[in-house]
Nanobody, 114 residues
Framework: QVQLVESGGGEVQAGGSLRLSCTVS????????MGWYRQAPGNQREMVAV???????NYADSVKGRFTISRDNAKNTVYLQMNSLKPEDTAVYYC????????WGQGTQVTVSS
């Protein structure tokens, strides 16, 4: 069974930075895309950033220029570097791996205080 384990969440003041990590229990080459999604209370889960096996990235407009997704294939890990954080970035962040199926991590809380 594939496991995705997120880490790196926490509480930070507005303008601060956090780096999320997602470690996968098998080679991330086997996934067509890896990505980060988030869900704030009362909102639907939304895409934050995705990266494909070729390294091509895509970002939500709300995080462009502030967040960077990257992958370390040797470590089977995907990262989300989050800079210039805003209170509206507060959410549970989920790691996603996509093949013919969707795999999700358990989520990590990010709280940005003003």
């Amino acid at each position: 069974q594939v496991q995705l384990v997120e880490s790196g969440g926490g509480e930070v003041q507005a303008g601060g930075s956090l780096r999320l990590s997602c470690t996968v229990s098998r080679s991330i080459f086997s996934f067509s895309t890896m990505g980060w999604y988030r869900q704030a209370p009362g909102n639907q889960r939304e895409m934050v950033a995705v990266i494909n096996s070729s390294g091509r990235t895509n970002y939500a407009d709300s995080v462009k220029g502030r967040f960077t997704i990257s992958r370390d294939n040797a470590k089977n890990t995907v990262y989300l570097q989050m800079n210039s954080l805003k209170p509206e970035d507060t959410a549970v962040y989920y790691c996603n791996g996509r093949t013919q199926y969707n795999y999700w991590g358990q989520g990590t809380q990010v709280t940005v205080s003003s």
